[in-house]
């Protein structure tokens, strides 16, 4: 990997890490898309049939997969709070990027979007509280952050372009 995305839902990591790897001439893996394949059948029926830990175990197998391959990696928003997951990200020498984000602009940016009826139950109040919970791990885990809110997508491609990519 060249790259790998970590944040919040709705920070933009599948849309940035497209274009990121687009900018890049290397394939995007997207971490959720992976375990779906893996699994075959979508996050959601995998909760509902094998419940949250074996969600997480087949998390960890796929992201420690994925650090073998070529290209840019977007994680879920879950994928470095799991203990295995965050010493994995830290201990590899691949750059994290942390594509940060307020409450406000999460819920605006998936105010349509059906498939995360999580941000719609949690609301506001509930999304700033599980981000707050998240936050400090990211940011640990991370070498570099980019705050989305303000920035285009590809803004956001060109500042961890020049802040990551121009060190290598």
Do not use: W
Not at 74 to 90: C, D, R, S, V
Not at 131 to 149: H, N
């Amino acid at each position: 990997m060249k790259a790998i995305l970590v944040g919040f839902m709705g920070s933009g990591k599948t849309t940035v890490g497209h274009l990121l790897a687009q900018k890049l001439n290397m394939p995007y893996h997207d971490l959720d898309d992976m375990i779906v394949e893996r699994a075959g059948k979508s996050i959601k029926q995998i909760f509902a049939d094998d419940g949250e830990l074996a969600f997480r175990n087949m998390e960890h197998d796929a992201l420690e997969a994925a650090l073998d391959d070529d290209g840019i990696l977007g994680t879920g928003g879950g994928t470095p709070i799991q203990a295995a997951n965050f010493e994995m990200l830290k201990a590899s020498d691949v750059p994290v990027v942390l594509l940060d984000v307020m409450p406000e602009t999460i819920i605006s940016r998936l105010q349509n979007d059906t498939d995360r009826p999580l941000a719609k139950q949690l609301g506001l109040d509930g999304l700033v509280d599980l981000k707050g919970q998240r936050d400090l791990r990211y940011e640990q885990v991370s070498d570099f952050r980019v705050a989305t809110d303000d920035l285009t997508p590809l803004e956001v491609v060109e500042t961890i372009n020049k802040n990551l990519f121009i060190k290598m």
